[in-house]
């Protein structure tokens, strides 16, 4: 009986600090207008109405602009509209809060490599160079950057480069076949670049 008696106590004092626990953060939230914006956020972002969920993630921010969830949420609804870019600024600030959150880290991370392939796509290649560079400079390791700084560099026909980091690519991933394929475009493309200028140095004996 009383092993009985000790399992209802048990469970009667933790329905009691359940109930506390909820009433403190009702309280807090009633008191913190930043917290109530942002659970209407969610709330939105839950049902995937992302313009509503943005609207009051920002209202958030507006009281409290380190809000890291707020901003890491707002990465998230950015990127699921497409809009590569601002998720970009979103997950840049939440990194910039907490810098050892790995979620808000991958993905910025992805967010940039996004950006940067958009930016090729549409022949921007200079541009995309310095995004992909953005994102190794926060990982050395993150082979996907390497892999589409070498396409980037074989665009631009800067094949010394494209060679350099495709190499790089796989020595993180050896078993990569898209990087071994591009790195042998790259190696032909090099030897072909320097074969047309052998040729265009060629002296022509000129007859009189």
Do not use: W
């Amino acid at each position: 009986m009383s092993v009985n008696r000790n399992i209802i106590v048990k469970k009667f004092l933790i329905g009691i600090f359940a109930l506390v626990l909820l009433q403190f953060s009702c309280v807090y939230a009633a008191t913190n207008p930043s917290i109530t914006y942002y659970n209407q956020g969610v709330a939105y972002h839950d049902q995937k109405k992302y313009d509503l969920s943005i609207k009051y993630y920002k209202k958030a921010l507006a009281l409290n602009p380190n809000f890291f969830e707020a901003n890491y949420n707002l990465g998230i609804c950015y990127n699921m509209q497409g809009k590569t870019d601002l998720a970009v600024n979103y997950f840049s600030k939440a990194l910039s809060i907490h810098p050892k959150d790995g979620k808000a880290r991958h993905n910025l991370l992805y967010a940039l490599c996004k950006l940067g392939n958009n930016m090729v796509i549409k022949g921007q290649n200079q541009e995309a160079i310095k995004v992909f560079n953005r994102a190794v400079s926060i990982d050395s390791n993150y082979s996907d950057a390497y892999e589409l700084l070498g396409l980037a560099y074989i665009k631009t026909q800067d094949y010394e480069q494209a060679i350099k980091n495709l190499q790089k690519v796989l020595k993180l991933d050896p078993n990569n076949a898209t990087a071994k394929h591009n790195l042998q475009v790259a190696y032909e493309k090099k030897q072909e670049k320097e074969l047309d200028k052998n040729i265009n140095n060629l002296v022509i004996k000129s007859y009189a």
